[in-house]
């Protein structure tokens, strides 16, 4: 099956965050955070459907360990992210 490729008028989905160039490096907590979001965006679900449960979680997990590859095998960006992940934003704002 060929799948068309359309590029994004505005760059990748408002809501999956850069992790690339992240110091320190993103952590399997925000890799895993930004792959449940893919996961919910291409599936049009923010909670798995009843009996679905188990490939919903099992395409979360899939997509975490590829994108840790990724981020393992790119070169350093040369410029931090433009955002912080939502993880890191909840952080900050904790901080007194």
Do not use: H, W
């Not at 799948?3 to 965050?17: D, E, H, K, L, S």
């Not at 996961?39 to 009843?50: C, H, L, N």
């Not at 040369?78 to 912080?84: E, F, G, H, I, S």
């Amino acid at each position: 099956m060929r799948v068309a490729r359309v590029p994004y008028a505005f760059g990748v989905c408002r809501n999956i965050t850069t992790l690339r160039g992240l110091v320190p490096e993103a952590t399997d907590e925000e890799i895993e955070a930004a792959a449940r979001q893919y996961v919910r965006k291409v599936s049009g679900v923010t909670r798995a459907p009843a009996g679905s449960d188990t490939a919903f979680e099992e395409a979360v997990a899939e997509i975490a360990a590829t994108t840790a590859r990724l981020l393992l095998r790119l070169p350093p960006r040369r410029q931090p992210p433009p955002t912080l992940p939502p993880l890191r934003r909840l952080a900050a704002a904790r901080e007194p």
